[in-house]
């Protein structure tokens, strides 16, 4: 019984500046484009932020009419400390790209709202989990955290164990600190 | 001349027919809906900070409690982005599995989707029924893993266990006993002229809308949109086998219960296409004991029983990934409850959020 389970071994990313979309995309935009490449099947375009909106929309052209995600990404250690990863589906042939965009902090990038109506509360919690903030967006406020939190809670510098939000459910239930009241409270 | 004046009103997040802790903000005139404005973050537990603080095989089990009535999905989901980072290629034997567990967690969810929705149209008997063989799906579920609804049934490299003795058959008995009892809920149903006058022409959504808002699984489908993942980007073994994928034709709320019904039957083809080709073999690829990957950006995505579900993951290099996001297919389908439910009645927003098949677990993450 010869199974193929052995190790492939991990894939390397591979320049595709020779792809026909990226040479398609270069003739237009020229210099914004910043790079290309392939990871296993998935082809990722670094872009330069000012070009974001007329690329999303000569890509709509060319089909890719659909926005699969937008994933906020904090990198301390670069100079643009803030990225965004977009995804777009083409259902034509199936085919999927990924736009890079690389930001930083207090940086405005253009809202995908205005092209599609979905980019809303992706962006919304990109606000809301790393203070990415967008311009023209409908509705920029918090999403899962509540109004009024101070923090973003998926930067590298927040801290797991949260922190003191100062909110007190039953003050004279609960002692400061949360939790339960310790066993002397109780037969006291 | 009488004094008109729009109305705002609360509905949740304690409420039965929000289906967790969703909380509504209406603005009605009358019965009529002007606006809904959701709010969502109260069941929030930063599964996405836990996943960066922990190795690529801890977070299996975190997973099953993002969409919690459907584990084996959000297992295969996570385990497959990670197998991508890798270059990992599953053992024959161990993908027939997980499509199969896939599947059987469609059914099951279904089946929830089916009961909870008819209950808060106000169909009680559906109720009972679907969650009798529901039982049967979670009893399969025990005996492969010990657990009926956090399964944590997949490992990164395929699966933890190997089918145990006769489940095959436990499992082709199931069949036997849903082909029969799936005409049930659709006697009940499908013809019921209450059910229809409550679901035919609610909720519409046109195609364009549809992908406008980036909706995907059922309620894409019911507008008329042929996308499935597992044919669209097909992973596991789902090229070699033979199924279909309904799609509806008015957007509305009774076409996306015609999909879900049908999937259900398609779902039933693939078990027993399973059950024919699954080979013998290995379960688990080897050599993952310690899990390394280097720099890269992966997604990848399955199709769960709510729609398209991805794993977007960068590693840096370490143990621990660097940034794992996640996908969830009712958080981005619950964005266009507002634009389904302008017009209609309050009662129909019970309707529209039951077809949508949200899960809170999912959305707030």
Redesign the interface.
């Known amino acids: 019984?010869s199974?193929?389970?052995?190790?492939?071994?991990?894939?390397e990313?591979l320049d595709a500046m020779r792809n026909p979309l990226v040479i398609k995309l270069k003739e237009k935009f020229k210099e914004n484009i910043l790079d290309a490449k392939t990871?296993?099947n998935?082809l990722?375009i670094w872009i330069s932020k000012d070009i974001l909106i007329p690329l999303c929309k000569e890509l709509w052209e060319n089909n890719f009419?659909?926005?699969?995600?937008i994933?906020?990404?904090?990198q301390p250690n670069k100079e643009k400390n803030f990225a965004l990863?977009y995804?777009l589906h083409n259902?034509k042939n199936?085919e999927?790209i990924?736009l890079k965009v690389e930001i930083k902090e207090s940086e405005l990038i253009p809202s995908l709202t205005e092209i599609?109506?979905?980019a809303?509360?992706?962006e919304r919690e990109a606000y809301d989990?790393f203070g990415i903030l967008f311009s023209n967006h409908p509705n920029l406020e918090?999403?899962?955290?509540?109004e009024g939190f101070e923090g973003h809670?998926?930067r590298k510098d927040?801290p797991?164990k949260?922190i003191n939000t100062g909110a007190a459910i039953y003050p004279d239930v609960y002692p400061e600190g949360g939790g339960p009241p310790k066993k002397e409270d109780k037969n006291a | 001349m009488l004094d008109v004046q729009e109305l705002e009103l609360n509905m949740g997040p304690q409420h039965p027919a929000t289906h967790g802790v969703l909380r509504l903000i209406l603005k009605v005139d009358g019965e009529r809906i002007v606006d809904a404005k959701p709010v969502i973050g109260y069941l929030h537990r930063g599964t996405e900070k836990l996943f960066e603080n922990q190795t690529y095989p801890m977070n299996v089990p975190h997973t099953d409690r993002l969409d919690y009535i459907a584990a084996a999905t959000n297992n295969h989901a996570y385990c497959g982005a990670v197998e991508k980072l890798l270059g990992v290629e599953v053992p024959r034997r161990a993908k027939f599995i997980r499509v199969m567990l896939d599947e059987l967690q469609r059914i099951a969810s279904h089946l929830v989707w089916l009961a909870t929705h008819a209950l808060d149209i106000g169909a009680m008997t559906p109720f009972f029924y679907t969650f009798r063989e529901r039982e049967l799906i979670l009893d399969l579920f025990e005996e492969y893993c010990g657990a009926r609804l956090t399964l944590n049934c997949m490992t990164i490299g395929g699966v933890p266990e190997d089918l145990p003795e006769g489940w095959i058959d436990k499992l082709k008995e199931f069949i036997s006993i849903f082909e029969e009892k799936i005409w049930d809920y659709e006697n009940l149903l499908t013809d019921n002229r209450i059910w229809k006058k409550r679901t035919i022409g609610v909720g519409i959504i046109s195609p364009e809308d549809a992908i406008n808002y980036g909706l995907t699984g059922p309620p894409l489908r019911g507008s008329g949109i042929k996308y499935d993942v597992r044919r669209a980007i097909p992973y596991e073994v789902y090229p070699e086998l033979d199924f279909e994928i309904p799609i509806g034709k008015n957007g509305d709320t009774y076409d996306r219960y015609l999909v879900r019904m049908e999937e259900m039957r398609q779902s039933i083809r693939i078990l027993k296409q399973c059950i024919e080709k699954i080979p013998d073999g290995e379960i688990q690829t080897k050599g993952l004991k310690f899990i390394k990957p280097k720099p890269a950006e992966v997604y990848f995505s399955v199709e769960a029983p709510k729609g398209e579900l991805g794993f977007h993951i960068i590693s840096d290099g370490s143990p621990k990934p660097y940034r794992v996001r996640v996908r969830p297919p009712s958080f981005i389908n619950l964005q266009a409850l507002p634009s389904m439910v302008k017009g209609h009645l309050i009662a129909d927003v019970v309707a529209v959020i039951g077809t949508l098949d949200i899960v809170l677990g999912e959305i707030d993450r």
């Open positions: 019984m199974q193929q389970s052995e190790k492939k071994g991990q894939p990313y990871y296993g998935e990722t009419i659909y926005l699969v995600d994933m906020g990404i904090h990863s995804i259902f199936n999927r990924r599609w109506k979905g809303n509360w992706l989990m918090r999403i899962l955290m509540w809670p998926l927040f797991l949260g």
